[in-house]
Each structure stands twice: as structure tokens, then as C-alpha cells.
């Protein structure tokens, strides 16, 4: 049995389809990811204008049959096509990072929390000025968060003590990959699979979990090299609890175009 | 259980494989094929491997042609100092049919699709850079408006404006006999940002 539903939706890929039609894959907010199909959407003077640009928010209309791989979409209203993302590489670059994790991790069921945190991130990202390459450390933390595994960084994960007294930043901390946090000088030797961290970098974590808006992030800043380990640990974070975790093709494209960043 | 002969089987297949042609239409076509007079066949199977031996790149523009260089890029009257950048050769297709343009071509092949893991070492982008001489006055980036076109535009923006050429692209706007009321939001912006004194 079909049913005809609208739902708030963000474009995370598009794939052209005969002629004039695409397949579209959504994150949508009542359902989750759901791959349609949208034909004519590709004609000069068709209806749908720009609306299935990878990032843009729509409202749209779904034809859904359960079992079915392919839905039909049809009407579609853009909320926000975050134009100021097309216009430099540097936000195209982390704005394809973000849609791209959110297709590799979600599934066919709905996660309202996800959806707001995408369009949230997005929406930061759209009106950043300056730095704004800590707002993918932060989407990462939050992502934890929602899916059950939010790591800590302000406490021993083990024992419970606050992390060790402050150090040099260079100094390092051993966090915990499996247990998700970071481990006091006691509790260091525990067994499983861990990452030795700067401090500087542990310190710059916690102040990111703890910003509940995205925008609290754009006035924190971090080098080049302290971004690199901030992304290496998320990513062994990611793969240590979520299955499927492979390497970004965006960011690989990327760092091709976009060698100085 | 196979209910067509062998050979009916293999031509619908071989045309199942075909971009946007499924297995009814690829049916249809075989079925059509059949009706065909044996003569008729014979010259469509030749117009298929003519095009396969004598097509090739043109090693200028990388369009498709028969000879290289391309009757475009060896054509005395066509204005060698301005090159106009496309994703395929359907783009040089469309736009040799407005009779307007009169310079040369470049085929990059498609465009920069991080998100497919598409980079500038799949397109033809070493291959424009070695055109940029400085007799070369104008680069014309007429790419496709989504986002591939977009990165496409800005990456070889900054690659070709420190070599002092010219860097221009297509207007964007309201296409001809298209309404204002039904026009998207992102679409009319651009047109608006783009307005033209009259």
C-alpha cells in the first residue's frame, strides 16, 4: 500500500537518471535515509529548479511503499539551499563531509535529533565567517552523543576522577577508544585499544562537546597540525562504534584541491 | 527458463546495457530490430563499429572527432585566443547549435564530484593549462549549475587568473519563455545578483 507523506529533508546525493529524472538519496526527518526517484527533475524549465543539490533542505513530497528500495518524490519546496556553502571550496569541502558521514552511518529509521544537527551544522557552516573547520570536531562529538557513545573528555573515563592535573599542552593523555574517554595517570595501563592524545587537544575537545550551539564554535580556533590529531582520534572513535566506517572520497578529493588546508 | 531464442536473448541484453534502457525497452528495440529489413541492420551494425574505429580525441580539446586536431581547432577562422571550458562534448554540441560562438573548445571530461571521489586527475585539467599561452585572452567556464559545476568553476578560477588570462563564465538566470512566479528561489537570486544595465 502506497502513501503520499511530506517531510523535512536534506539532499545527501544525487545521481542522474535516462534523460531528464535523478535518483535522489534524502535524509529525511520522519524516516530517515530514503533513496527516490525524481522524474524530469533535470529539465531547464522543470519544477524543481535547484531543489536536489546535494546539502539543500527541502520540504518534500514522498510517495512511500513499504519494500520498496526506490521511492517516487514529487513536490519539492527548498527550506534553505545554503548557497553561501556553494560559493568557496573550503565550506563545499566541509559541507560534502558532513552529508557524506550522515549517508555512510544512517539508516532507513528516523532520527529526528540527527536531522536537526545536520540542518544546524549546515546552517553555521552557510553563514560562517573566518574559522569554521571546527564545527566538523563538533558534528562528530554531537553525532556521538545522539547514536548512545558520547565520548569524555573532562573526566577519567575508568575511575571517574578528573583528569589528570594540568600539563604542558604537548603533554599527552591516553583516551580510551572502547570505553570512549580519557583515562587518569591511575587508570592509564588499562587494557584495550587506546590513542596517546595531546593535552591541548583533549582540553579543545571538551570545549567543543560542551558547546550546544554550532555557533559557540565558530569564535574557538585550533592549527592545522591540532585539527589533523583532532580528526585522527574521531575517526578511530567512529570505527571503534559504528560499523561500515571507511575514508571520506569527498575529503580525499579535497585534499587534492585544496592542499593548504 | 529462457522463452526467447539464444540469439534474441544476447541482442536484448547487449541493448539492456545501454544508459536509461531497461529490460522492457531493450525488448522493444530488439523486437523492432527483428521487423528490420536485413539490409537496413547490416548499415546500423556498420554506423556502429565506423564510429568506434574512426572516433577518437581530438588531442587539443579532447572532443570526440575523426580527425585530429578537430575541424574546430584546425579552423583558420575560429578565434584561437578564446577557449571555452565544457564538461562533454554534448556541451560543444549545444553550443555550436546557437551559431553565436566563435572560438575554441576544451573537454575536461566532466567535472570535480567529490562526493563520487571524481578529482582533477580524471578530468583534463593539465591539458588546459598547457593551452594558457599568452596569445590565449579569455577562458569561457561553461560549466553545468550544480554543485559539481560550481567547484569546477572556482578550482579552475584559481588556477588559470595568476596565468593572466581572462576568466569568464556563463550568465545564470530566468531561462527564455520561463515565468518569474515559478522560478526557484536560488535560481531568481542568481539572476537578480547578475542583472545587466539595458
Known sequence: MSEAVRTEAVVLRTMKYGETSVIVTLYTKEFGKVSGIVKGARQTKGRFGSSFQPMAQLRAMIYRKEGRDLQTIGQCDVVNDFRHIHDELPKMALGMKLIELVQMISHEEANANLFDLLVSALAALDVAEGDFTLLFPWFVVSLCFLLGFEPTFHECVSCGRKKSPSGPPASRLRFHLERGGVLCDECAGTTGPALNVRRSIIDLLDRIAQASDPELILALAASREERAEMDMLLWAYLRQHVAGIRPLKSEKVFAKILPDS | ?198
Open chain 2, 1 to 198: 527458463m529462457l522463452y526467447t531464442a539464444d540469439s534474441l536473448h544476447e541482442l536484448i541484453e547487449e541493448f539492456a546495457q545501454l544508459p536509461g534502457i531497461g529490460r522492457k525497452s531493450a525488448q522493444r528495440l530488439a523486437l523492432y530490430i527483428l521487423k528490420l529489413p536485413k539490409e537496413e541492420v547490416a548499415a546500423m551494425a556498420a554506423a556502429l563499429m565506423n564510429v568506434k574505429e574512426k572516433m577518437r580525441y581530438c588531442t587539443t580539446c579532447w572532443n570526440f572527432t575523426e580527425t585530429d586536431p578537430c575541424p574546430v581547432c584546425s579552423n583558420p577562422k575560429r578565434d584561437a585566443n578564446i577557449i571555452c571550458v565544457v564538461e562533454e562534448p554534448n556541451d560543444v554540441m549545444a553550443i555550436e547549435k546557437t551559431n553565436d560562438y566563435r572560438g575554441h573548445y576544451h573537454v575536461l571530461g566532466g567535472a570535480l564530484a567529490p562526493l563520487e571521489g571524481i578529482g582533477p586527475e580524471d578530468l583534463k585539467v593539465k591539458e588546459l593549462l598547457v593551452r594558457i599561452t599568452p596569445e590565449v585572452h579569455e577562458v569561457i567556464l561553461a560549466l553545468n549549475p550544480n554543485i559539481e559545476g560550481e567547484a569546477t568553476t572556482i578550482y579552475l578560477t584559481r588556477l588559470l587568473k595568476p596565468l593572466g588570462v581572462d576568466v569568464t563564465r556563463l550568465a545564470r538566470g530566468i531561462p527564455i519563455g520561463g515565468d518569474l512566479e515559478f522560478a526557484d528561489e536560488a535560481t531568481l537570486s542568481r539572476a537578480i545578483e547578475g542583472r545587466v544595465a539595458v
